[in-house]
C-alpha cells in the first residue's frame, strides 16, 4: 500500500507546548499536504509541501519533508485548546492525480 | 459564498435500498472526489473525477456507483451491494486538470447509518 503512516496514533499535551506529529511513505512523492479535521467536520487544509522543498511555516505551524528518509513533521508550537483535532498527512504522486491519506494523529490540547 | 456541500447530513438506510448522497461546489473546480471515513481511521477513496462526463474508481469502489454530468456536481449511490455502508463519507474538490494533486476542499460530509 502506497498509504502514510503517521505516528504517534494520539498525542496528549498541555496549552502552550508544542506538538510534533510525522508522517512517512513509501514511495517518490510529488506533494505532501497535511490537513485538520475536527470531530465530525470534514477536512481543512493547513499545509502544503512539494519534493523540492525542504520547509515552509504558516503562522504557529511548520513543516518539514525530507525525500530520502521519506517522512514528513508537522510542528504546531505554542498550542492552544482550539489545536484540539485530528490530523492528516496526505501524500500526492506524479501519476493519478489523488491523494492518499494517513491514518491520522488525534491531537488533544488540555487548557 | 464559494464552497462545497454536501446533503444530507445525516442518511438512513434500509437494507435492500440504495441511496444517494449529494455533493454541490461553486468552487469552478475540475476534480472531485469521494471518500468513506471509519471511525478512527483515514480517509479511503472511492471514486474520483478529473473533468465532466470521466471518473475513475478508487480504492474501494465496490457497492458504489457516481456520475458526473454537470462540473458542480458528483453523486455518489450507496448500492445495496455495499454490505456495510455505515461510515462518514467526504466530498472534495480541487482545480485539478491534467493529473494535477493539489490542495483538496472539503464539504461537512454526510454520516450514513443502516436501519
Known amino acids: 500500500s502506497q498509504q502514510g503512516e503517521e505516528d504517534p496514533q494520539a498525542l496528549s499535551i498541555q496549552e502552550g507546548e508544542n506538538a510534533t506529529m510525522n508522517c512517512s511513505y513509501k514511495?517518490?512523492?510529488?506533494?505532501l499536504q497535511w490537513y485538520r479535521q475536527n470531530s465530525g467536520r470534514g477536512l481543512v487544509h493547513l499545509i502544503l509541501?512539494?519534493?523540492?522543498?525542504r520547509e515552509k511555516h504558516s503562522g504557529r505551524l511548520r513543516v518539514t519533508l525530507d525525500t530520502s528518509k521519506k517522512s514528513s513533521s508537522l510542528l504546531i508550537t505554542a498550542s492552544r485548546a482550539a489545536d484540539t483535532a485530528s490530523y492528516f498527512c496526505a501524500t500526492g504522486y506524479n501519476q493519478g492525480g489523488k491523494l492518499i491519506f494517513g491514518q491520522g494523529t488525534e491531537l488533544s490540547v488540555k487548557p | 459564498d464559494g464552497g462545497i456541500t454536501q446533503s444530507p447530513k445525516y442518511l438512513f438506510r434500509k437494507e435492500g435500498q440504495n441511496v444517494t448522497l449529494s455533493c454541490e461546489q461553486n468552487l469552478n473546480h475540475d476534480a472531485m472526489y469521494w471518500y468513506r471515513q471509519d471511525p478512527g481511521q483515514g480517509l479511503r477513496l472511492i471514486y474520483y473525477?478529473?473533468?465532466?462526463?470521466?471518473?475513475q474508481k478508487g480504492d474501494i469502489a465496490e457497492g458504489y456507483s457516481v456520475s458526473r454530468e454537470k462540473k458542480e456536481s458528483f453523486p455518489l449511490t450507496v448500492t445495496s451491494a455495499q454490505k456495510n455502508p455505515t461510515a462518514f463519507y467526504l466530498c472534495a474538490s480541487s482545480i485539478g486538470g491534467a493529473g494535477r494533486i493539489e490542495t483538496q476542499y472539503f464539504g461537512p460530509g454526510t454520516r450514513l447509518l443502516v436501519l
Open positions: 509541501i512539494r519534493s523540492n522543498e
Open positions: 473525477s478529473q473533468i465532466v462526463n470521466d471518473f
Open positions: 514511495t517518490s512523492i510529488n506533494n
